[in-house]
C-alpha cells in the first residue's frame, strides 16, 4: 500500500520517505536509518562521516560558478516518535510504517507517520542526489535521538562543521518561519522535614484540587491556566493558621514538563474546627474560580475522609515547605520585547511530593534568554535555600534568542514573498528545538527553522499535507539557489 505515495510530488522527495517508512528508526533504535543514510552518502560519492551519537554529516561541493556562496547546513532529526493505536501489534523497531494517501493527506495506520522529521530528512536527501539545483558548498546534518533528550544535537562536537547558515528542517506549520525557541533549566529541590507523633484529638482530611486543564509547561503557559500545586498550597497557608491544621504529606504534579491538573494534601484538623474548615473550602473554591474565570470550569476543591498518617511534619518543616512553595515564582515571568506574544521566560512549579522521608519539588524553568533564565533559576533557589531545602540546577540547554535581522529571515521572507503571493510569519516557541543546543556550539550561525504542514504528530494520527510538502521543498530549493557570497572568498 505504501507504495501509492511514491507517485506524489516531488517524486523524489516522496521516494526518500518512502525508503524512511520503510527502514525503522524510533528513538535509541535508529542504527538501521543511520546505516541507510550513510550509505545514501557514501553512493553519491559525497563525504560521510557518522559521530559517536549516530548523527550523521554528508558535504556535497558547491554546484559549477557556485563556489563563492555560504555553506549551508541543512538540519533534519533521524528518529521518530514511536505512537500506535492501543489495539494493534506493530513493532517500531523492526516494522515498516505503512503509510498512505488520504485525501490531501498522508498518514500512517495505526501509528505515528514519521513525518516528523522524516519529510525534512527526504527533503535533505533530494538536495543531495540532485543535479538540477544550483546551489554553494552544503553540509547536511542528520542529528541522532530528538525527541527524546536531543542527545544528538548535545553530543555534535563543536569545530566540526564549516557552514554559516543553517537550515532546520523540523518545523511544522507551512508558511511559518521560526526563528527563536526557550532553553531551559531544571530546579530540583528536597526537603528533609523532622517528623513528630500526631496530635490526639484530630481528624486526617484529604484536601485536593482537580479538574484543571493542565498542558505543556512551555507552550500552553501563556494560557492562563490554574496550576493546581499554586491553588493547593496557597489553601494549605490560609488553613494553616486559621485553623490549627497539621500537614503529613504531599501528593501534587507528575510530569516535570506538564503544568500540574491535580494536587493533594493530606491534613489533620482538631475535630471542633471541622464544620469550620468544610464551610471554608467552598468559600475558597468560589474565589479560586473568579479568578481563573472561565479558562478552568472544571476545576474543583474539596475535602475528603483520609486515613490517619503515622507522622505529621513538625513546626518548623511544615513552615518552610509552605512558604517557599508560595513564594516560588510560577506562570510566565516576561514577554519577548522583539517577538509580540512570545513568553520569553517562565517557570512552572511541576511537582511537589512526599518521596519516603523527603518532599521533593521540582521547577522547570524556561527562557529564549540564557541570562534571564539563570536569573528566575537564581531567585528560585533563594526561596528554598531560606527554607532549608537542599536545591539542585540540574539538566541546563540553551534558547535561541529570536534576531529579527538575520540575514538568512530577510533572504526567505522574501522568497516566500515573490514565489507565493504571500507573506510568510516570523514566528518562536516557548519550547525547546534542537537550534538552541546547536546555536550554542556554533556562534556565528545565521538559523531558520521552517516545514511542510505536519498534524498531530507524536500521535497515531500524525498526517502531512500534501501540497504543504511541495511548497516546503520548493521554498527549500529556492534559498538554496539564492545563498548570498560568501565574505570568506574577499579576505
Ligand atoms: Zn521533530
Redesign the pocket.
Known sequence: MSEEIKKLQPEKLWKNFYSLTQTPRPSHHEIRAVEFLKNFGESLNLETTVDEFGSVLIRKPATHGMENRKTVIIQA?IDMVPQKNEEVQHNFETDPIDAYIDGEWVTARDTTLGA??GIGVAAALTILESKDIAHGPIEVLFTAT??TGMYGANGLKAGLLKGDILLNL?SETEGELYIGCAGGIDANIEFTPTKIPVPANYTALKLYVKGLKGGHSGMDINLGRGNANKVLFRYLNIIDKRWDMELADVNAGSLRNAIPREASATILIPNKNLDGIKECVKKYEAVVKNELGKIEPNMEIGLTNAEMPKYILDAKSKFNLIKSVIACQNGVIRMSANMPGLVETSSNLAIVKSVDDKIIVQCLIRSSVDSSKDALASNIEAAFLLADAKVSLDGAYPGWKPNTDSEILKLALDIYKHNFNNEAVITAVHAGLECGILGAKYLNWDMISFGPTIQHPHSPDERVNIESVQKFFKFLTLIIENIPLSDKKHV
Open positions: 532529526h516528523d522529521d530528538e525527541e523540523d
